[in-house]
């Protein structure tokens, strides 16, 4: 499924907003809720450290990929 | 349960023009020896295995065995060595909380397409997956054959 993020904020108005293109190929740090990135980057460990320290003790990570994802070539 | 896809924002293949693009993807938690942490991992019907960056490993001191067999073909026919181990995964989902042993294979990180992905044996053999393109969502219920260490739910 794509469409545009009219479309998208139209369709899904409760749902978050898309992880913005300047993230892909970097590993990111959300809070509990997924709401808000809070650090990124190309290291994992240093992404987690860095969200920890801003108070999230325990981040969600994401590895971003470069869209559009066709495998792993 | 039912997760909603995440969205990431993209370029149009065809036209150039911004896009969302829909991933059905769902959080787990990945056990380590001394700790966990949470991640965003894709759904792939695709895959055979489970498979994971090798980064993961070492955040989490988790012991890697190096694997004996061909290394896996990627799409596009990539070869990629593996490593695995033996580890604790489990949903988050408010209403359920599944936990399971699987074996996980790792790639070294790097390239394009170093996501976590929940293929079939490990995961997707435990569950019936529906994949709801009208709604972007996922809904997992599990089975019979999921080896269930804790069920928190």
Same mark, same amino acid.
């Given at each position: 499924m794509q469409?545009?993020?009219q479309e998208?904020?139209?369709?899904f108005p409760d749902r978050n907003r898309p992880v913005p293109r300047e993230f892909a190929g970097q590993w990111l740090a959300w809070n509990q809720d997924c709401?808000?990135?809070?650090?990124h980057g190309a290291d994992l460990t240093t992404v987690r450290e860095q969200a920890i320290a801003l108070g999230c003790a325990r981040p969600v990570l994401q590895k971003v990929p470069q869209a559009p994802f066709v495998g792993r070539a | 349960m039912r997760f909603d896809y995440t969205t990431i924002l993209s370029l149009a293949?065809?036209?150039g023009e911004p896009i969302v693009i829909f991933r059905p993807e769902i959080r787990i938690t990945v056990? /380590?020896?001394q700790r966990s942490a949470d991640f965003i991992a894709l759904v792939?019907? /695709?895959?055979?295995?489970?498979i994971m960056p090798e980064s993961i490993?070492?955040?989490l001191n988790i012991p890697?065995?190096?694997g004996k067999g061909p290394p896996a073909t990627a799409f596009g026919g990539q070869k990629m060595p593996l490593s695995y181990a033996d580890i604790q995964l489990e949903v988050i989902h408010p209403s359920e909380m599944l936990q399971w042993t699987a074996r996980v294979y790792f790639i070294a990180d790097g390239g394009n397409g170093d996501t976590l992905v929940l293929g079939h044996q490990g995961f997707l053999d435990f569950f019936t997956a529906t994949f709801n393109g009208e709604d972007c969502t996922l809904n997992l219920e599990p089975n019979g054959y999921l080896p269930r260490i804790a069920d928190a739910g």
């Amino acid at each position: 499924m794509q469409m545009t993020l009219q479309e998208y904020a139209s369709r899904f108005p409760d749902r978050n907003r898309p992880v913005p293109r300047e993230f892909a190929g970097q590993w990111l740090a959300w809070n509990q809720d997924c709401s808000e990135i809070l650090s990124h980057g190309a290291d994992l460990t240093t992404v987690r450290e860095q969200a920890i320290a801003l108070g999230c003790a325990r981040p969600v990570l994401q590895k971003v990929p470069q869209a559009p994802f066709v495998g792993r070539a | 349960m039912r997760f909603d896809y995440t969205t990431i924002l993209s370029l149009a293949p065809d036209t150039g023009e911004p896009i969302v693009i829909f991933r059905p993807e769902i959080r787990i938690t990945v056990h /380590g020896p001394q700790r966990s942490a949470d991640f965003i991992a894709l759904v792939d019907t /695709g895959a055979d295995n489970i498979i994971m960056p090798e980064s993961i490993a070492r955040d989490l001191n988790i012991p890697l065995i190096a694997g004996k067999g061909p290394p896996a073909t990627a799409f596009g026919g990539q070869k990629m060595p593996l490593s695995y181990a033996d580890i604790q995964l489990e949903v988050i989902h408010p209403s359920e909380m599944l936990q399971w042993t699987a074996r996980v294979y790792f790639i070294a990180d790097g390239g394009n397409g170093d996501t976590l992905v929940l293929g079939h044996q490990g995961f997707l053999d435990f569950f019936t997956a529906t994949f709801n393109g009208e709604d972007c969502t996922l809904n997992l219920e599990p089975n019979g054959y999921l080896p269930r260490i804790a069920d928190a739910g």
